[in-house]
Nanobody
Framework: IQLKESGGGLVQAGGSLRLSCAAS????????MGWYRQAPGKQRELVAT???????NYADSVKGRFTISRDNAKNTVYLQMNSLKPEDTAVYYC?????????????WGQGTQVTVSS
C-alpha cells in the first residue's frame, strides 16, 4: 500500500486547510485510516482516525475544529482543518491500518508540512 499526502502549506491563525491522502496498492485490505502529526522536538501524535465503517476518533486538541472523512470510491481520506492555531504547526502524516488474520500492519505516507503563523 502506498499513501500520498497533499494539501499542506502556510496559513495564518484562524485559517483553514484541507489535507488529502490517496491510497494505492492492495487497498481492499485497508481497515482504518488516519492522520498523525509531529511537531519539532515532539513525538508523533494522533490527530484523527476513521474506520472503513465511518467511525471517527479525534484528539481532544482538535475536536470541533478538524473533520476527518473518507471517500472509499476514491480510496482517499481527507482532513479538513478549520480555526487553525500556531500549535497545529507540524508535519502531518497519513496512516493506513491493514489487518491480515490477527496481525495489524501500518503504512505511512511521506508527510506534508502544515505551518500556522500567528
Amino acid at each position: 500500500i502506498q499513501l500520498k499526502e497533499s494539501g499542506g502549506g502556510l496559513v495564518q491563525a484562524g485559517g483553514s486547510l484541507r489535507l488529502s491522502c490517496a491510497a494505492s496498492g492492495s487497498i481492499f485490505s485497508i481497515n482504518a485510516m488516519g492522520w498523525y502529526r509531529q511537531a519539532p522536538g515532539k513525538q508523533r501524535e494522533l490527530v484523527a482516525t476513521i474506520t472503513s465503517g465511518g467511525d471517527t476518533n479525534y484528539a481532544d486538541s482538535v475536536k470541533g475544529r478538524f473533520t476527518i472523512s473518507r471517500d472509499n470510491a476514491k480510496n482517499t481520506v481527507y482532513l479538513q482543518m478549520n480555526s487553525l492555531k500556531p500549535e497545529d504547526t507540524a508535519v502531518y502524516y497519513c496512516n493506513a491500518e491493514v489487518i491480515i488474520g490477527t496481525i495489524a500492519y501500518e503504512y505511512w505516507g511521506q508527510g506534508t508540512q502544515v505551518t500556522v503563523s500567528s
